[in-house]
């Protein structure tokens, strides 16, 4: 795990150079940058898709796969690039399309099938995050649920609620939205800690539980955490399953993903 963990760190520094020494960097660059050095480990599997104009529902910018001999665990990603301007924050996180707000059809679509709906925040951190490691004073990505932002503690989508006015003086702050996140390393480099007690994929979620337990009161099904899977779907199989992705690979399931691109972190020799 620590190899992967300093690979994580290092590649989240970048991001931090990236977003300090170039403020207009469109986070789309930074997410290609980011999901394309992921997918050079070896165990992992990337797919992004072609842009498509129709049919795409949510917008999801992808979806995060994790799977062990004994469960897959699924997230659903937003990613956005923080401003210094908290009301520029709150546009950017209120984005509505004609299938209405973003977050909330993450929200949706993440209950439908089962995952976890994430943001991934893009900021040259070095602030107060939820980490009990310290770690984030030099990343560039942060990772929060978006229950933690519609619901509590910063109740965004009340304001989504109020009138045009309320929602012309709302205000996200970059500091309140880090300090209910975490640096995307602590993904990689905190859990291990307990992994010994839990295969990798719960060992995963009962840290992502422990840092934002919102998760267990927003799952359909109570004896079903949000997330976890007994095996991980078709589309994951195939994709585990493939020295090389099939051509046929998009016409046949980028519909279903409904994301720009499918990541799989594949733990089952572990
Ligand atoms: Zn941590």
């Known amino acids: ?20 020494q170039q403020p207009n960097v469109g986070e789309e660059s930074l997410t290609d940058f980011l999901l394309w050095q992921i997918s050079q480990l070896p165990f992992v599997k ?28 699924g997230l659903r990603v937003q ?3 923080l401003r210094q301007n908290g009301k520029e924050n709150f546009r950017l996180l209120a984005h509505k399309t004609r299938h209405g707000y973003q977050i909330e059809m993450l929200i949706n679509s993440s209950k439908k099938k089962n995952l976890l709906p994430f943001y ?10 939820r ?5 984030g004073r030099e990343e560039g990505a942060f990772l929060t649920t978006a229950f933690d932002i519609c619901y509590s503690p910063v109740r965004m989508c009340d304001f989504l609620r109020g009138n045009a006015r309320q929602k012309e003086q709302a205000s996200l702050n970059s500091g309140d939205l880090l300090s209910i996140s975490n640096p995307l ?23 992502i539980r422990m840092y934002w337990p919102i998760i267990d009161d927003y799952r359909e099904n109570p004896d079903q955490p949000l997330g976890l899977h007994e095996r991980p779907p078709r589309y994951i199989q195939v994709l585990l399953d493939s020295e090389r992705i ?13 994301a720009k691109a499918v990541l799989v972190y594949d733990m089952r020799e572990w």
């Open 185 to 207: 390393s602590c993904l990689f480099c905190c859990p291990a800690v307990e992994a010994r007690l839990y295969t990798p994929t719960t060992a995963l979620f009962e840290f």
């Open 120 to 129: 991934v925040f893009y900021w040259p951190g070095t602030m107060k995050v």
């Open 1 to 20: 795990m620590m190899p992967v963990c300093r690979y994580v760190a290092r590649l989240s520094y970048h991001l931090y150079q990236w977003e300090l």
């Open 46 to 73: 990337y797919r992004k898709f072609s842009k498509r104009e129709e049919g795409q529902q949510t917008g999801a910018d992808w979806e995060w796969w994790f799977v062990d001999r004994y469960h897959a665990l």
């Open 246 to 258: 099939p051509d046929w690979f998009d016409s046949e399931y980028q519909r279903i993903i409904d």
């Open 79 to 81: 990613a956005k690039r």
């Open 131 to 135: 980490c009990r490691l310290n770690r």
